[in-house]
């Protein structure tokens, strides 16, 4: 089946730190990948995304790479800021789109 | 401003009492999802549509019926709610091109509590 499994959070580092979330995956099929963000009170929005092997998705200083030989898409960014503090999910979607399988979520917090 | 609005964002009832949360968007998306958001289990979905008139199950249905007889709403319902269907609810919307981009338009979500 599909299926999406996220490192256990919270995560908390200091404002400058690097983030890593760890993300792999099971698929029937070639899925895309993505990294959804949850900023406290709102919905998911999409963050980053990448639809083949080996390619890197990036927004906002954050990254991931589709790897295929590990099942897997973790997310890092090189210094994070405190308002990047929210709730990290992996997701993926095989075939034409109409599911999307999201990891539980990894919450973040930043201090100053 | 383009949006996906639910109603109600909170509520508390009783067991077995029929309730609907209501979502509607105003962007003109075909495609719109229910998922539940629990504690350790991330995002799971309800149902889905592809248009008006088709609907189709997710992966967590039981205990949840959809209609959508207009392109810009779709409503959930619980016929008898129970405790264990309390949770966040999101719904989301899209249109065949920015799914395939992965991007889905969320709401603000309602919590939900039975009692």
């Known amino acids: 089946g599909n299926s999406v499994t996220q490192m256990e959070g919270p995560v908390t580092l200091s404002e400058e730190a690097f983030l890593t979330i760890n993300c792999t995956y099971t698929a029937t099929g070639y899925p895309s990948l993505f990294w959804y963000v949850q900023y406290p009170g709102e919905g998911l929005q999409l963050l980053l995304k990448?639809?083949?092997?080996?390619d890197k998705g990036s927004n906002k200083g954050f990254e991931a790479t589709y790897r295929k030989e590990t099942t897997s898409f973790h997310l890092e960014k090189g210094s994070v800021q405190v308002s990047d503090s929210a709730v990290y999910f992996c997701a993926l979607s095989v075939g034409n789109f109409n599911k999307f399988y999201f990891g539980s979520g990894t919450k973040l917090n930043v201090k100053p | 401003e383009a949006q996906v609005t639910q109603n109600p964002r909170y509520l508390i009832t009783v067991t077995g009492k029929k309730l609907t949360v209501t979502c509607s968007q105003n962007?003109?998306?075909?495609?719109m999802s229910w998922y539940r958001q629990d504690p350790g289990l991330g995002l799971r979905q309800i149902y889905y549509?592809?248009?008006?008139?088709?609907?189709d199950k997710g992966d967590v249905p039981e205990g949840y019926k959809v209609s959508r007889k207009e392109k810009r709403n779709f409503p959930l319902i619980l016929e008898s709610p129970s405790p264990n269907q309390t949770s966040l609810y999101f719904c989301a919307s899209s249109t065949p091109r920015d799914r395939s981009t992965g991007e889905l338009f969320f709401g603000e979500g309602s919590r939900l509590t039975v009692l």
């Open positions: 962007m003109n998306h075909e495609y």
């Open positions: 990448a639809t083949k092997a080996d």
């Open positions: 549509s592809m248009n008006v008139e088709v609907t």
